[in-house]
């Protein structure tokens, strides 16, 4: 937003010389906004990427240590994820030593957490995927016990979500996984698909398709990358945005007919 305003501005003080000064001055305020001081160093990118593979990481194995113990079930998911996600042998090795840091006992997770938020912070896309990562892997058995729920909604709450957020984010994703590998038949997959989308039926087509862009947007991979997402972990992203799309084309082919049948 601002580099167009800093374009308009250095047109009027300083004719066509001025566009080029203005856009530049103005793409500098835009990155500053997006990622705070780390945005003016695009060698911290790669910061941002490696902070959010540790966190990743280190959290799932926190989550999976939640209730007690580190089920079968839990590692296998953690194995499955690493290898959906193309990681290379020597990143799967450093993602397991992270994982089995985080399940240690006797680990605080919360200077990890400090470091997440001074390095990747400003980016709510990138505190919102983390969350999406946890909740995943929440649900690698099928559900998301008490303890996981718990574990995840107080990570959220050092991330800046209230209460109302972090229910509304878990139902969003919960909801979304009902449309993986395509629509949903169950009776109520119109219902999960409003809920997927965080609308409900009373929205408004402009707002539901508001919703829709934002979330395809907060899921588009150059824009996570650009934000420090590490490239191998790109296709959770691509999935859930295959979910909402899915969810979406429900919808609009619901309202659709409705209005053709009236």
Do not use: W
């Not at 167009?4 to 530049?24: D, E, M, Q, S, V």
């Not at 089920?71 to 993602?95: C, I, N, W, Y």
């Not at 006992?105 to 912070?121: R, S, T």
Request: hydrophobic content about 45%; glycine content about 8%; aromatic content about 10%.
């Amino acid at each position: 937003m601002f580099r167009i305003l800093g374009a308009l501005a250095g047109f009027f003080i300083l004719g066509f010389l001025g566009i080029f000064l203005g856009y530049f001055v103005g793409s500098i305020i835009d990155r500053f906004r997006a990622f705070g001081s780390a945005g003016m160093n695009p060698f911290n990118a790669a910061r941002r990427q490696s902070i959010f593979l540790e966190t990743v990481f280190i959290l799932m194995g926190k989550l999976a240590k939640a209730d007690g113990r580190v089920s079968e079930t839990e590692v296998s998911h953690v194995q499955q994820f690493m290898q959906k996600l193309g990681m290379t042998p020597d990143h799967r090795l450093k993602a397991i030593a992270l994982f089995k840091q985080g399940a240690a006992a006797d680990y605080d997770i919360h200077p990890k957490i400090n470091e997440f938020l001074a390095i990747c912070g400003p980016s709510n896309n990138l505190k919102q995927m983390l969350l999406v990562y946890l909740i995943i892997m929440g649900l690698s058995d099928g559900q998301l016990n008490s303890a996981e729920e718990e574990l995840i909604k107080e990570v959220a709450g050092r991330l800046g979500y209230s209460p109302a957020a972090f229910k509304q984010l878990l139902d969003m994703i919960l909801n979304q996984m009902h449309f993986a590998g395509g629509q949903s038949t169950s009776a109520s997959a119109l219902e999960d698909a409003y809920k997927a989308l965080g609308v409900s039926k009373e929205n408004t087509d402009q707002e539901i398709k508001h919703a829709y862009r934002k979330l395809m947007s907060q899921y588009h991979p150059d824009k996570l990358m650009g934000q420090g997402v590490p490239e191998e972990m790109i296709a959770v992203a691509t999935e859930q945005a295959k979910e909402v799309q899915t969810a979406y084309d429900l919808i609009k082919k619901s309202r659709d007919q409705n209005r053709a049948a009236a």
